[in-house]
């Protein structure tokens, strides 16, 4: 293996998912920029990717290695610690990487100096119905804002861990990720901009994220999510925004309409005014009106389970002080 060092390390925690690996590396290998390394780090896995990545070792400077089961915040640390780039990529087993994708991060970084950096995901072609509404509903202005996919003001961008990049420098002032199971990487984002180290969406660096999931582990994902941004708020007060509180109010709102609905048919109105807009946005976007349909489901699916987790959070972690937690500890990479 070439060891001479690259511009790039591409980082990747892994566990159990050698298929996702070898099609998350056969996509590296089309990059149009090649000053880049790859650093696979098998988080305790039963199912690895060994041979898988012995596979690509002619195609591509890659490194592997294995360690006990941590969680993707300690293991991408532990490839970091491994790596030999100037900046460190990360991104998650479960991603596909376009071939212009480190040519427009290496052009955006020549010209704008950007100490932590990250873009939006997409639906690939090739992902199920379910992937997509999910996709759709992780990206959407009807259900984030659109601030997952890529309508986030460059100052005001949080990287997130499925496409986030950092320099040695900040990963050696930062200490990287956190040993948090839900959240690490906004909080690693926070601490970053805390240090006054300049931060940027690079909209055109964007991945195909397929987000391995049903609904019932979407829901457990998200609900998750809500708790975790109270304990951000608890490590990070200033970090809680009225977006934030959205989701909540969402649930709350449709609780209250579904109950004056028994009485009073026309409460109901606004849901199914909700659910149509959704249901029209994203069977245009995805020409499809199955995706339309199942991306309706994802869509209260995510608000409500986020409007719960946050709720729970609040009761617990704020009215009762009590410490940070998590409410579903079953496998944290699905």
């Given amino acids: 293996?070439?060891?001479?060092?690259?511009?790039?390390?591409?980082?990747?925690?892994?566990?159990?998912?050698?298929?996702?690996?070898?099609?998350?590396?056969?996509?590296?290998?089309?990059?149009?920029?090649?000053?880049?390394?790859?650093?696979?780090?098998?988080?305790?896995?039963?199912?690895?990717?060994?041979?898988?990545?012995?596979?690509f070792q002619d195609q591509l400077t890659i490194s592997y290695y294995y360690k006990e089961n941590e969680g993707p915040g300690p293991t991408r640390n532990y490839g970091a610690d491994k790596a030999h780039g100037d900046y460190f990529i990360f991104f998650d087993s479960d991603c596909i990487v376009p071939k212009q994708y480190l040519s427009k991060v290496h052009e955006t970084l020549s010209v704008k100096k950007l100490d932590a950096f990250g873009g939006p995901d997409a639906a690939h072609p090739s992902f199920t119905?379910?992937?997509?509404?999910?996709?759709?509903?992780?990206?959407?202005?009807?259900?984030?804002?659109?601030?997952?996919?890529?309508?986030e003001q460059m100052e005001k961008f949080h990287p997130r861990s499925f496409n986030m990049g950092i320099s040695r420098q900040?990963?050696?002032?930062?200490?990287?990720?956190?040993?948090?199971?839900?959240?690490?990487?906004?909080?690693?984002?926070?601490?970053?901009?805390?240090?006054?180290?300049?931060?940027?969406?690079?909209?055109?660096?964007?991945v195909y994220h397929k987000r391995r999931t049903d609904f019932t582990k979407f829901y457990r994902q998200i609900f998750n999510s809500g708790i975790a941004r109270i304990n951000l708020f608890k490590r990070h007060p200033q970090s809680l925004k009225v977006v934030h509180v959205f989701p909540t109010v969402f649930v709350l709102g449709t609780l209250f309409l579904l109950i004056m609905g028994l009485a009073y048919w026309f409460f109901v109105l606004p849901i199914v005014l909700y659910a149509s807009?959704?249901?029209?946005?994203?069977?245009?976007?995805?020409?499809?009106?199955?995706?339309?349909?199942?991306?309706?489901?994802?869509?209260?699916?995510?608000?409500?389970a986020y409007g719960f987790g946050f709720l729970k959070a609040v009761y617990k972690r704020i009215v009762r002080n009590e410490s940070e937690f998590r409410a579903f500890e079953h496998n944290f990479y699905k």
């Fill in 1 to 55: 293996m070439n060891k001479d060092k690259k511009t790039y390390s591409l980082i990747v925690p892994v566990y159990n998912r050698p298929d996702e690996v070898e099609e998350l590396l056969d996509s590296l290998t089309k990059q149009m920029h090649t000053d880049f390394e790859v650093v696979i780090v098998e988080d305790g896995s039963t199912n690895g990717a060994h041979e898988v990545v012995k596979r």
């Fill in 129 to 151: 119905p379910v992937q997509k509404a999910i996709n759709y509903s992780m990206t959407s202005f009807f259900t984030t804002g659109g601030i997952r996919g890529g309508k």
């Fill in 170 to 206: 900040v990963y050696e002032t930062t200490q990287g990720f956190s040993k948090m199971r839900f959240g690490e990487d906004i909080d690693l984002s926070l601490r970053i901009m805390e240090a006054g180290f300049s931060t940027g969406l690079i909209r055109e660096a964007f």
């Fill in 277 to 304: 807009l959704v249901l029209v946005d994203a069977s245009i976007k995805n020409q499809s009106v199955v995706i339309g349909g199942l991306s309706v489901w994802a869509a209260f699916t995510q608000l409500f």
